[in-house]
C-alpha cells in the first residue's frame, strides 16, 4: 500500500563505456530505466512512498528490472510477471561535441505492450494511494496500453488521487496526430501535467504565440503563455516544463517552471557537466510530485525539483542516486568544492 | 564470388563476465554468433573464401554483425540490410559444477525471420561456388526460414554444390514433429549430415536400438549403426558426429565421428578445459568442410576437425580464433607446456 | 512483518578480481556479506518473507547494505541506522592450490558491536513471525552482542518462534571458552543447531570418540554419533552440519546431514568448481529453514539445502542468486551440460 | 581491386584508460592505427572501395592490424605478411589541461621499414584504381621506404591515378631538411597537397610572410597565402589544411580550408569537446578524398571532410566510426542534443 | 639517511570509476594517500631524496601504502609496522556540476593514532636531513598524535632542520579552538607556513580585514595582508598558499603566491582541467620545498610550484606522477597540443 | 650495496585477460618481467636485501621497470637509463586445454642488448655484496651481452662472491651450439646451476643415459645422475632443478630437487591450479638462494624453494606476491580451505 502509484514500460538498458559507439564496443554497461519506472525509484529515494506498476517478461531480465526497482526502496508489489514474453531493451552512445548521444530503441513486443484488458485490478491497485503518474510514453506503446492508461487515470481520478502526466512525446513510437487522438480521452482527468513546448504542441495541439519554428528561442513569456493556454483548456491545476539550453554535448544550462496559482515560479538556472542526462526529466517530475505532496509552495516546489534533477545529470543512471541532503546542500550555495 | 555458402541468423551475443549471472552483473561482454555465422568464420579463419548469407538490421547492432564476419575475413557481399527490424539476441551465463551454463533467447522477430521469397537471388549466391552450408536452426526460425532452406539447398543442389547440414535441434524453436516434416522436404538433397544422435532421433526419427532413454550412453557401435540407417534412408555420403562427455561444468571429453565409405572414422579424445563451449559444433563443421574440400582423406579429416575444435572450447567466443599451425601443432603433440 | 528473522552484523566486502592478492591489485570489488544477512537474503530470494535486523551507520556504505538486503527482496523495516558508526569491512583473496583463499578483517567498532540495551524492541520486530535466525558470529562481536543475542534468543522462545542457530566459530573473535560460556546462556532454547565438529567442540565443548586431532578424518558414524550428544545435552530438535572435503582450493566436494527424528539424513554429494565458497554455510541454513518451514520431510529437507548450498559455491557473492528451479532442475539431475 | 589505394605503416596503439600515465596504469587498450591505414578505414565506412598496402609481421600483432583494417570494410588484398619482422607500437597518454596528451614511439625495424625493392608491384596494386594517397610519414621511415613512396607516387600518376599526400612532418622521424630533399624527388606528382602552415615550411620551405615564429597566430589570409605559394611552386590542383585552436587540452576548435580553383574555400567552426584528437586530421583527408572523388564542389567538400573530421575526436580510435548519416546530420544542424 | 623527512598519516583510497556514487559502484579503485605521504612521494617523483615516517598496520593494507611509497622513490625506513592495528580508508566520490566531489573518511584507530611515546626515536630519524615536514592534519589525529607532532618539529627545529607545515585545517578532526591550542605550542618553530585564509583563520586565529564571510571573495592583496601577519606573530620566514578559484566541478584555476623576504610572489594563473584534485595542495608544497632546498628564487619557487600542483590536477591520483621535464614543458610555454 | 646482486634485462609483459588472443583482446594488462628482475625482486620479497642491475630506456617504460622492481624493495641504484633505446616487450596469452599457453617476444634491441664494455663497473656493484645471480638469457642477447656476463661473472668470483646460475635455454635466441661455446668461458666460476635436463644437454652437452628424445619420462635417478655429471664436469657445489609435470594447461605438478653434498635431495610433489606460471622457475632459484644465504641444509633449502615457486603459480604476475609466512603455513600442512 504505497502513498504514490506510477505505470508504465521500464526497458533494460545497455551503453557502452568510454563514449564509444555500439560497432566498436566488447562492452555494454547494463542498468535499467524507464520515465515511470524512474520517478518511481526517484519518489523512494527521497523516501516517499511510491510503487510502480508494469508488467515484465519471467526470464532474468524482468527479474533484474524487479531487483533494482527494489533496491532502492520502490514498492513492487504490483508488478506482473509473463511467461513468453521479452524485455524492451534500449541502447545509449554517449557523445561529445559535435557528435549527440543517440538512442536505439529494440522495445517491441515487450511484456506490458501486451497487457490484457483486467489483468491489472486498479482499484485495488489506487487502495490507500494518494497520487496517480504516468506519461505519454504509456499509451504510445499500443492501442492496449492506450486503453489501459485511460482506465488507471479515470479509475485514479474516481477514487480522487492526485493525478500528474508527462506528456513525453516520442516521436518514434506514435504520431502527432495519434498522440492528441488518445490523449484527449483523458486529458480532463490530469491535475498536473509536465512537459515542454514541443510536447505541448503535438500532444495537445497548443502552441504560443511566440514559439519559433524550432523550439530554440522559447523565452520565459512564451512558457507562461503556453502554460495558461493547457490550463484555459484542460482545467489542469499545475503545469510544469523544464528548460534545457543545449551549450555543448557535455554542458547544459537547466532551470524549471511551476505555473500555478495563476503565475509561472521559475527556479534559478543550474550549469552542468553532464555525465548522463537520460532520465533528467523523470527528475524533475519527481521533485515536483515530491514537493507538492509535501506541501511546499510552488516557489519552493520548483526550486527543489530543478535542483534535484540539475544533480541527475551528474548521475551514471536513469534514475538517481541522490540524497535530499544533497538537494539541501545545494539550494543553500554548497558550491563545486570537494566536500571532505 | 566464395567458394563456400553459409545461410542461417547470426545475433548479438551477451555474456556477464565473472561467471556472474544476468541479474547481478553491471556489465556485459558483447560478440556475435549463430551456427552459419560460425562456420562461415571459421572457414575464413582457415584461409578458406567463404561467404556468409544473412538478413540484418540496418543499424549499428546489424553492421556488427557485418563487421564481425568480415573482421576474419568472411564474405559479407550476399548479406542484406532490412529497414524497421531488430537484431536478435541471447544471453550467456557462464557456470561452473554443479550449475550448468544457461542460454537465454530473444531471437524473435528479426531480420531474417521475416525473410520474404526472392529477397534472396541464390543463382546469384552459388555463382561459383562449390559447397553450401547450412543448419537445423535455419528453417526452425519459421515457415519463412524452413521455405528459404529448401529453396536455396535444392539450387544448390541443382547447381552442382556440395550441400552439408547440421541437424541442429532446437526444442525451443519447434518439436520433434515440426522439425521431421520440414526436414523430409529436402533431406534428400543432402551430402553431409552432422548430428548427434539426439538430432537424428528428433530431426530424422532414426534411434539404433543400442541407444537408451536419456543419450548418455552412447558407445562407438552405436553411432556407428544410426550413421548407416542414415545414409541407408537418406544417400548422404557423409555423416559426422561429435561425442562430448560433461566431466563437469567446466570439464568435457571431446571426440568426433564420420562415417564415410561405409565405415566409421574416429578421433582421439581431448580432454577439454572449457573457457566457452558454444560454438564448439560449429567448428567442427568447419574443420570438416575445410578437409573435405582440401582432400583429405577421412581418417584426417576427423583428426583435424576435432582437433581444430577441441581448440575452440578454449576460446572466449562463438567463433574460433585458432590458426591451422596451432592445430597442426595440437596434431603433432604439441603438449600442454607454455610454448615460447 | 516478515515470517523469519534473522539477526546481525554485515559487512562490505572487497575482493581483488583476478586472483589477485590486495597488495598487487588496482581494484576492489564491493558486495556486502555476513552470515545471518546472506541467510535473510537467501530465503527471499527462495521466495519467504524475511527480514534481516541489524544496526548500520548512517552513511552510504550503511545504505548500500540496506539496498543489497532489498534488491532481492528481504525486509529492512528493522534496520537501524546510526550517526558516528562505522561499516564492517572484509577482504576476500581468492587462492589457486596450493595457496588458499583468505580473509582479512577490518570490522571493530562496526555499528552494531556498540548496540545498546533497548535499541532494538524484540517483540515488536517478532510480531507476526514463526522463526528465528543468527549465529555465532553475532555474540562474538563483544559483550554487548551477546546479550542482545541472548535476549533475542530467549524473546523468540518465549513468543513461540522457532529458533534456529548456526554455531558459526570465529576464532579470532573471541576464544573458545569464551564461546562456550556465553553460548550455554541461551543454548537450552535453540530448536535447530547448525555447525561442523569444529564448531561443536569449541563452542558446545562437544567431541565424538571418532574425531581425530584435526577433523581430518569425519566419517558419517562420527557425525551422527555428535550429533546424538548435542541433543542429549541440549534437546536440540534438529542438529544439521555440512561435510565439505577439500579436494584442491578450487574443487571441493560437498554434501549435508540433517539429524532429526533421531537419525541421521545424509544428502548426496556433489562435486563442486569453486567460483565463491563464501557464503555456503549459510545458503545450506537458509535451504534447511526453507524446507522446514514448508513442512519438507528431513530428507527432502537436506537434499535441497546441500543441492540449494552446492549451487551457491558457483556464484560470486556472499549470496545466493540460484531460484528454486534450478535447485529442482539439480535435484532432477540435471547434468553439467549448457541449457538452452 | 578497389578505387581508392594508400601505402604506409600502421601501429598498435596502446593506451593507458582514465588519463593515467604509462607508469600508474595496470592496463592499456589496443587498437591499430597509421596515417594511410585511417584513411582507408575511413573511406571503407565512407563506403568507397579502398585498399590499404602495407607489409606487416606475420604474427598475431600484423594479423590484429589486418583484421581491423577489414572490420571496417577496407581492402587487405595487398598487405604482405614478413616473417622475423615487428610490429611498430605507439603509446598515448591522454592529457587534460594544462597537461598535454603525449605520445611515445617504438616503431623503429618494423616490417615496412625494411621493404626491398620490387617487394610490391605497384603496376598491379593500381590496376583499375583512380585515386593514390599516402603522407610524409612513409617516406620518413627510411631510405628504402623513402625510394618506395617515391616509385608509388610516380607509378601512380604515370598511371592517371589522382595523387593526394598529407605532408604530415614529423621530426621525431627524420629532419626539415631530409624531408625536403626527399619531397622535392616527387612533389611535382602531387594532385592534392594536405598540410598546415608547419609542414609547409618545414617540408615545402614555404612560408608566408603573415606567418609568425610559433604558428599560433595564423588567420585566414595566412593560409590563402600559402596555398598559392605551394600551387605556383608545385603545380598542385588541391591544397587543403585543417586549422585547429587548442583552447584547452579537451577544448579544441577546427575549421578547414580547402583551396581551389584560384581561390580558398573555409567550412564553418566546430567546437570540439575531445575524446581523441589522433587520427583528426587523416579523417579530414578521407573526407576530402571522399568528397572529390564523388565530385563534390569544393564548398561541399570542405563542409563535408571538416564535419567528418569534427565528428572524430568525439570517436576513441584512430580510425573514425561515423556515418555518412552522421555527417549529414551536423551539416543540417542537428545540434547537440540526445538523439531518440 | 634521507634529505627531507615528512611525518603522518596515509590512507587506502577507495574511489568508484566513472562519477559513481558508492551506493551504485560494483567496483572501487585502490590507491594510497595522506598529506605527508603525498610530499614525500612528489618529491621522490622529483629526484630528491625524501622519507616518510609513519606507523602501518602489519597486514597487506599496511604493506600496501609503504610499497606505493617505495615504487616512486620515497625513503621507508622509518615506518612501523604496528600488529593489531587497521588501516584508514578513506572513499572519493567525483562528481559533476552541480554535485561537488565528496570524501567520506573511516581512519579512526589507524595505527598511527595509537603511538606511543617514544616509538620514533626523532634523532635517528633526523640524522643528516636538512628538512621535515608535516602538516595540520597529523596533530588533529588525537592527543598522541599532536604530543608527537610536537615532539618532531622541536627535534628537528633543535637539530637545525627547517620545517615547513602546512595548516590543512580539517573540520570533521577537531574544532577551531583545539586546532589553536595545539598548534601554538610549536607554532614558533615552523619555518615555511602553507595555508590559506580559512586554515588561518581557523588554525592560527589570524583573519585579515579585507576577508569576508565565506573566503569567497579573496583578492591578491588580502592574502599578502595575511601573510604579513602571520609573519609578524610567528616568525615565519616563508608563507605560502593556493588560490583556487572553483568555476565548476571540473573546472578551476589554479594560483600560487609565497610571500617571501617581506613581499608576496604571485605565479601565473592555470585554467585546469581535473582530473583528480585530491593532492593538489600537497603537490604545492612539495614544489615549493623542491624549489627552496635548491636555492631557486622566490618567483621562480613559486611559478615551479604552482605548474608542478596544477598538472597535478590532471593526474589520477593522490601523488603526482609529473617529471620535473613536464613542469619544466610548461613553465615553457608548452602548451595544449598533443606531444609527439 | 645489497647483500644479493642479479643482472639481466627486464621486459614489459602485456597479456590479454580472460584467456583472450591477441587478436581478439580490446585491452592488455601490464606488468614487468625477467629471469634476474624476477630472482631480485622475489629476494626482496622473502626480505633478503638485493639489487637488480640493468640497462632500461630513458622513457615511462624504462621508469615503470625500475619503479616495479622498487615497490617491491629490490634495490635499484645500479640501474642505467639509456636515452634513444628502447623496452623489451613480451606478450602471453594464457590458454587452457588442449591450447597451450604461448609467448610471443619483441625484445630485439632493447637497451641491455647495446650495453657497451665498462658501462657497468662490476667492482663498485659488488661492493659489500655475497653472491651474484644470473641466467642464461642475459649472455644470449647477443655478444655485447655474453662479453658482459662473462665479466660479471669472473668479477663476482674474483671478489669472492657465490655465483648462482640458472642455464634457461632459449631456443629463440640462441643455438645450442652458441650456448655451449658462450657458457664453457664462465662454467667453471658457477657455484650453483640450476636448470632442467633440457638445459643440461643443449647447454652444457649433457645427458644421462637415462634420458629420452623428448624429455618425458625424467626419473628422480636420472636428476640425480645428470647433476652427477654436471659437478664432475664442472665443479658446481650445487645442482637444482624443478620438476614439471604438466598435467593439462591449467594444472602441473611441481617438485624441485637440490644436488649437494653428494646426493639428491628431493622435495614434496605439489598439485597446482595454474593461475600464471611465468616467473615460477625464477621464484624457485630465489628460493634456494633464500635459504642457502640463510644456511638452511639441503632438504629445507629444496623444500622452502619448491614450496615457494609452487604458491608463485597462483600468482598473476612474473613476480611472487607471497611471503614468507605463506610458504610456512604451507610447509606445516596448511591446506586448501579458506583462511579467516
Same mark, same amino acid.
Given at each position: ?88 531493451? $534500449?541502447?545509449?552512445? %554517449?557523445? +561529445? ?5 543517440? #538512442?536505439?530503441?529494440? &522495445?517491441? /513486443? ?15 491497485v489506487f487502495a490507500g494511494a494518494e497520487w496517480f503518474h504516468t506519461t505519454g510514453i504509456t499509451p504510445a506503446l499500443g492501442e492496449a496500453c492506450a486503453c489501459e492508461t485511460e482506465l488507471a487515470i479515470k479509475t485514479a481520478k474516481k477514487l480522487g488521487l492526485f493525478v500528474s502526466y508527462d506528456l513525453n512525446f516520442r516521436g518514434n513510437l506514435w504520431s502527432s496526430a495519434e498522440a492528441q487522438k488518445v490523449t484527449e480521452r483523458y486529458a480532463g482527468c490530469i491535475d498536473m501535467c509536465v512537459g515542454n513546448e514541443e510536447d505541448t504542441e503535438k500532444v495537445l495541439g497548443l ?26 483548456? $484542460?482545467?489542469?491545476? %499545475?503545469? +510544469? ?5 543545449? #551549450?555543448?554535448?557535455? &554542458?547544459? /544550462? ?87
Amino acid at each position: 500500500m504505497s502513498k504514490i502509484i506510477t505505470f508504465g514500460e521500464a526497458m533494460v538498458r545497455l551503453s557502452p563505456p568510454d563514449f564509444k559507439r555500439i560497432e566498436q564496443t566488447e562492452a555494454l554497461n547494463i542498468t535499467v530505466g524507464g520515465a515511470e519506472f524512474n520517478v518511481a525509484v526517484d519518489l523512494a529515494r527521497l523516501e516517499e512512498s511510491s510503487s510502480w506498476v508494469s508488467l515484465l517478461p519471467d526470464n532474468p531480465l524482468g527479474k533484474l528490472m524487479r531487483n533494482k526497482a527494489r533496491e532502492q526502496g520502490a514498492g513492487v508489489e504490483h508488478i506482473q510477471f509473463k511467461a513468453d514474453s521479452r524485455a524492451g531493451i $534500449y541502447f545509449v552512445e %554517449y557523445g +561529445a561535441s559535435p557528435r549527440p548521444s543517440k #538512442v536505439l530503441y529494440d &522495445r517491441k /513486443n515487450s511484456a506490458i505492450s501486451n497487457i490484457k484488458p483486467g489483468e491489472i485490478n486498479w482499484e485495488e491497485v489506487f487502495a490507500g494511494a494518494e497520487w496517480f503518474h504516468t506519461t505519454g510514453i504509456t499509451p504510445a506503446l499500443g492501442e492496449a496500453c492506450a486503453c489501459e492508461t485511460e482506465l488507471a487515470i479515470k479509475t485514479a481520478k474516481k477514487l480522487g488521487l492526485f493525478v500528474s502526466y508527462d506528456l513525453n512525446f516520442r516521436g518514434n513510437l506514435w504520431s502527432s496526430a495519434e498522440a492528441q487522438k488518445v490523449t484527449e480521452r483523458y486529458a480532463g482527468c490530469i491535475d498536473m501535467c509536465v512537459g515542454n513546448e514541443e510536447d505541448t504542441e503535438k500532444v495537445l495541439g497548443l502552441k504560443s504565440g511566440s514559439t519559433d519554428e524550432d523550439y530554440s528561442k522559447l523565452d520565459q513569456d512564451s512558457y507562461a503563455e503556453t502554460a495558461q493556454m493547457m490550463i484555459d483548456k $484542460y482545467g489542469f491545476k %499545475y503545469v +510544469a516544463t523544464t528548460l534545457r539550453e543545449s #551549450v555543448s554535448v557535455q &554542458r547544459n /544550462n537547466w532551470r524549471g517552471m511551476l505555473f500555478a496559482k495563476g503565475k509561472p515560479y521559475f527556479s534559478t538556472k543550474y550549469e552542468l557537466e553532464l555525465v548522463d542526462r537520460v532520465g533528467g526529466g523523470d527528475s524533475f517530475s519527481a521533485g515536483l510530485i515530491y514537493s507538492l505532496i509535501n506541501n511546499k509552495e510552488p516557489q519552493d516546489a520548483v526550486d527543489f525539483a530543478t535542483a534535484y534533477s540539475a544533480l541527475k545529470h551528474s548521475i551514471f543512471s536513469d534514475t538517481n542516486w541522490i540524497d535530499k541532503s544533497d538537494v539541501e546542500a545545494l539550494l543553500a550555495g554548497g558550491g563545486t568544492r570537494i566536500k571532505r
